[in-house]
T-cell receptor, first 112, second 114 residues
Framework: QQQVKQSPQSLIVQKGGIPIINCAYE??????FPWYQQFPGKGPALLIA?????SEKKEGRFTISFNKSAKQFSLHIMDSQPGDSATYFC???????????FGEGTQLTVNP | DGGITQSPKYLFRKEGQNVTLSCEQN?????MYWYRQDPGQGLRLIYY???????QKGDIAEGYSVSREKKESFPLTVTSAQKNPTAFYLC?????????????FGDGTRLSIL
């Protein structure tokens, strides 16, 4: 099983800070990279996704940066808020199938 | 509202017992998935199905079984052969239209051992 490695495992920032979560993948056939946000006791919800033909995608305060040559991508959260405190998962999949391979998750805490 | 409903929210299993987790979707999605979530290990795929009456093993299928008799339903049975069943189980669905389609998740079932 091709892996997606995610770091850090946990992250604490102050309100207004810019947490950055990093992921690296192995499977060069991956061409879809979503990020999911999960609150305690709930299922993950799609936050933002990117394809490797672009190097950056921004939706509101959330930005994905993508480096195809390094096989790495990252999530940046601008002006973070306590309500952003959640677990974040990166993932990758191939166009030809619908299976997602998930990273291990990052537990983010934004202190007031 | 369209969505995925998982039941029950909490489930307890006795030694040697099989238990079945329910997953129903009204999103008209073709594909459905079962994941197991353990702390620090992300989501691991148990089984998935892209069409009625057909399903494939994921990465950790041993000790689990599924059925897909209807498009809307994809129940997961945790058998007595699964020796470490305590986990948070998540069901998801997605469209198989052209292009990458996001997976939508239910709110999970937490299974514990009595």
């Amino acid at each position: 099983q091709q892996q997606v490695k995610q770091s850090p495992q946990s992250l604490i920032v102050q309100k207004g800070g810019i947490p950055i979560i990093n992921c690296a993948y192995e499977n060069t056939a991956f061409d879809y990279f979503p990020w999911y946000q999960q609150f305690p006791g709930k299922g993950p919800a799609l936050l933002i996704a990117i394809r490797p033909d672009v190097s950056e995608k921004k939706e509101g305060r959330f930005t994905i940066s993508f480096n195809k040559s390094a096989k790495q991508f990252s999530l940046h959260i601008m002006d973070s808020q306590p309500g952003d405190s959640a677990t974040y998962f990166c993932a990758g999949s191939e166009t030809s199938g619908s299976r997602l391979t998930f990273g291990e998750g990052t537990q983010l805490t934004v202190n007031p | 509202d369209g969505g995925i409903t998982q039941s029950p929210k909490y489930l307890f299993r006795k030694e040697g017992q099989n238990v079945t987790l329910s997953c129903e979707q009204n999103l008209n999605h073709d594909a459905m998935y079962w994941y197991r979530q353990d702390p620090g290990q992300g989501l691991r795929l148990i089984y998935y199905s892209q069409i009625v009456n057909d399903f494939q093993k994921g990465d950790i299928a041993e000790g689990y079984s599924v059925s897909r008799e209807k498009k809307e339903s994809f129940p997961l049975t945790v058998t007595s052969a699964q020796k470490n069943p305590t986990a948070f189980y998540l069901c998801a669905s997605s469209s198989l239209r052209q292009g990458n389609q996001p997976q939508h998740f239910g709110d999970g079932t937490r299974l514990s051992i009595l």
